[in-house]
């Protein structure tokens, strides 16, 4: 056999969307945590959002989180016992909104976990509402007329933001909307998990992802969207690598 | 090789000089805390600066979080890999915990947390206070679910309820709590620690925590049930717990009760002024008692109950406009007089004060006398602030 599910995934389908990065990230995560033969020592820590019932999907100890609130959790995990590794997945919302300060303030500390952040701009388990990643001019559920600027405030580059900290040792932005990007994807998730696997500190992976039920378009020309709208506004390219 | 340094600090039963909030965090790592995590508030600073140096010394960790939010979570996380875990904080800080609160109950793991009481509601003040009751006792947060709440009264018990309270979180896999206030927090007496040592390598291990799956099926800490049976069945089993820990875990304590008219339910500082009050008015010839529940939830009702056998009067005592009083009303299902007095605004009454509304109380139950005390038309109970 040549393709198979890796260990680290479990059998159990996922309920993503067609056309949902969602899956194509979790993937990648379950092919790392193979590759590094980390599995029997790895904590994984689920969201609230559309990945919030990836504790049933990932082959690993899991434990599900508050809103936003992930990064707290990883660090009362990995003070007690450095040893696990330890991976928090979160949306926009949950990331960039309700959990800004947790987000931040792990970052800032430098805590030796990882941070796979998907921003597919729009809060896809409520219903599509506005997120702190929401394009500008992009419609949502609570953007009826589109995001304007003036009313509804600017985006948030995460990225950007955090690699003003002296915390981080490692931030990339990378996207899943076409093969070639998918395997720089698993490149950094890889790379990011590595360098906390060897005590290195805080990484953060930014990954663009396709939501095409939040945006109202076909799985294709959700990826489309993506190289023309997004990627311009959301630059992919590593912004804090301490460890070269 | 050097001479290993005594981390144990202090040996079982040796007297010493201490603050509350010093001894509550001494008993708390004497009983196995490794892990604190909590954000400076007035009057529980004490708590967190003891233990930057003091977990330290024993090899855990202390963080300074962001919030109070975040700080909760550490916890959660803390506990969810098996280790015991404390935070602490006060009034607004508290409020800002019960989100993770909720989620640490329903995950079933076991912390141990404190809230030193100061003025409420909002900002309040930094005067001791007892406003939390409600709060505290009817879980706090969103959902169905409790928390074991003991209440101190001296810095002894400070110092000794972390280690009854990581035994019963342990037990239960329940979040359990101390409700103090302000002045148990900040005053000093001498006290002494009545356990030994815990050694944490030697506690029993848990077959729910997350240590990595190997060798075992994987775990999963969770609290999300979109199934509404599944989630049925989990609350359920919440309730029997509950209902377990209110059968065998009721704590108080009772003083000349054996030929008490008059018993005066109190916890925490309220408890320690009444006794002032209570010896005055025995003085006096006055046959008052002391009932103070321990545990705050589980509340002593039954036992309350049985008290209404011998006494016809019970007068409630509170830093606050009336919280615990709902319970003693419930618990005494009409077979007694209930009194009370509250003291808000972050001001503790003196024994003085107390004596005065004991003496309000005519001893003997004189019915066409009542008139003259103002009648709660909600409850039955009588609002001696309004006399
Ligand atoms: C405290 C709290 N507030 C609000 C919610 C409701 N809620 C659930 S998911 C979500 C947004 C998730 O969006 P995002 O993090 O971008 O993830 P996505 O669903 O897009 O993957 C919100 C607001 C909640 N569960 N908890
Ligand atoms: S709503 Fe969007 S993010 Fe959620 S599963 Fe569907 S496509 Fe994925």
Not at chain 1, 71 to 89: N, Q
Not at chain 1, 137 to 148: A, E, L, V
Not at chain 2, 69 to 83: E, F, K, P, R
Request: aromatic share 10%; hydrophobic share 35%; with cysteine.
């Amino acid at each position: 056999m040549i393709f198979k599910r890796p260990e680290g995934l479990t059998n159990t389908p996922w309920r993503y969307c067609p056309g949902c990065g969602h899956g194509i990230v979790h993937r990648l995560i379950g092919e790392v945590i193979d590759e590094l033969g980390i599995r029997e020592k790895t904590i994984g820590i689920a969201p609230v959002g559309c990945s919030v019932f990836m504790y049933e999907y990932f082959n690993c100890d899991m434990i599900q989180t508050a809103h936003g609130r992930a990064p707290a959790v990883a660090t009362g995990i990995k003070r007690s016992h450095p040893d696990l590794i330890c991976f928090s997945y979160q949306g926009d919302g949950d990331l960039a909104a309700i959990g800004t300060a947790e987000t931040v303030h792990s970052a800032a500390r430098g805590e030796n976990f990882t941070i796979i952040f998907i921003n597919n701009t729009i809060y896809g388990m409520t219903g599509g509402q506005q997120a702190p990643t929401t394009m500008p001019g992009q419609k949502t559920t609570t953007n009826p007329y589109g995001r304007d600027t003036r009313i509804h405030g600017f985006p948030i580059r995460v990225c950007e933001m955090l690699a003003t900290l002296d915390g981080p040792v490692y931030l990339e932005r990378v996207a899943v909307n076409k093969p070639v990007n998918v395997i720089r994807a698993k490149r950094a998730i890889s790379k990011a998990i590595k360098l906390q696997v060897d005590n290195k500190g805080f990484s953060l992976v930014e990954i663009l992802s396709p939501c095409p039920t939040g945006w109202g378009l076909s799985p294709k020309s959700a990826c489309e969207y993506m190289d023309k709208v997004m990627l311009p506004y959301y630059p992919l390219g590593v912004f804090k690598d301490l460890i070269k | 090789m050097a001479e290993m340094k005594d981390i144990t600090k202090y040996k079982t039963g040796e007297h010493i000089l201490i603050k509350g909030n010093e001894a509550l965090a001494e008993g708390a790592v004497r009983a196995g805390c490794r892990f604190f995590s909590g954000y400076p508030i007035t009057p529980q600073n004490e708590v967190p600066e003891y233990l930057s140096w003091r977990l330290f010394e024993v090899g855990g960790t202390f963080i300074q979080a962001e919030a109070e939010v975040s700080a909760i979570n550490m916890l959660y996380g803390a506990a969810a890999v098996g280790t015991r875990a404390m935070t602490s904080s006060s009034g607004c800080g508290i409020s800002l915990k019960q989100e993770g609160i909720s989620y640490i109950a329903s995950a079933e793991l076991p912390i141990f947390y404190a809230n030193v009481m100061r003025g409420g509601p909002g900002l309040g003040n930094i005067s001791p206070y007892q406003g939390d009751y409600f709060q505290s006792t009817r879980g706090g947060g969103h959902g169905d679910y409790r928390v074991i709440v003991l209440a101190p009264n001296s810095v002894t018990e400070m110092g000794n309820f972390p280690y009854l309270g990581y035994k019963l979180a342990d037990k239960y896999r329940i979040p359990c709590m101390v409700l103090a206030d302000g002045l148990l927090g900040q005053m000093m007496e001498p006290m002494e620690f009545k356990f030994d040592w815990v050694d944490i390598n030697k506690l029993p291990p848990k077959d729910y925590t997350l240590t990595g799956c190997k060798n075992r099926e994987r775990r999963i800490i969770n609290t999300l049930y979109m199934d509404v049976n599944i989630l049925e069945r989990h609350t359920w089993h919440l309730y029997q717990k509950y209902r377990e820990i209110e059968a065998t875990e009721v704590r108080y304590e009772e003083r000349y009760t054996e030929d008490a008219d008059i018993i005066v339910v109190a916890y925490g500082t309220s408890a320690r002024v009444a006794m002032d009050a209570i010896a005055k008015a025995r003085k006096q010839g006055i046959k008052v008692g002391l009932f103070r529940p321990i545990t705050l939830w589980p509340f002593p009702k039954k036992r309350l109950l049985e008290l209404t056998a011998r006494s016809s009067k019970f007068l409630v005592v509170e830093m606050s406009i009336g919280q615990m009083v709902e319970d003693v009303e419930l618990s005494l299902q009409g077979k007694a007089e209930i009194y009370f007095y509250g003291q808000p605004g972050g001001i503790v009454p003196t024994g003085d004060t107390i004596k005065n509304q004991i003496s309000k109380i005519k001893p003997v139950s004189d019915v066409s006398d009542s008139g003259t005390q103002k009648l709660n038309s909600q409850s039955k109970v009588i609002y001696l602030n309004d006399i």
